[in-house]
């Protein structure tokens, strides 16, 4: 997972990259033809400190590493958590500071 976080005149602009295949359960395996299982990102939570600032929930129509942007008030200097949370229970965590 990749995050940028970037602040100019008082807005800070998020950017994140989530890197997870996004399989819908309805694509086929080419060898075998049976059905891949879905395996999809359902939540996305943001957080600066322990508010949270950006949520989204996901479903098995969002493409293979999916990408999304946000913006809010603040400035340069603070520490965004962003995490995801999958259908199969896996989950991701990673930690960007504002510049």
Same mark, same amino acid.
Do not use: N, R
């Given at each position: 997972m990749k995050v940028k976080a970037k602040a100019k005149n008082g807005v800070?602009? /998020? !950017?994140?990259?989530? !890197?997870?295949n996004m399989d819908s359960g309805q694509a086929k395996d080419k060898k $075998? +033809? =049976? !059905? &891949?299982?879905a395996h999809y &990102? $359902?939540? /996305?939570t943001a957080?600066? +400190?322990? %508010?949270? &600032?950006?949520h989204a929930e996901l479903g098995p129509a969002v493409s293979k590493n999916p990408y999304l942007?946000?913006?809010? !008030? +603040? =400035? %340069?200097g603070g520490k965004i958590t /962003?995490?995801?949370v999958d259908n199969k229970g896996g989950s991701k965590s990673t930690e960007s500071v504002v510049k």
């Open positions: 800070v602009k /998020v !950017k994140m990259l989530l !890197k997870h $075998t +033809g =049976e !059905k &891949i299982p &990102i $359902t939540d /996305v957080k600066l +400190g322990d %508010a949270d &600032i950006f942007a946000f913006q809010y !008030k +603040g =400035e %340069a /962003v995490s995801w």
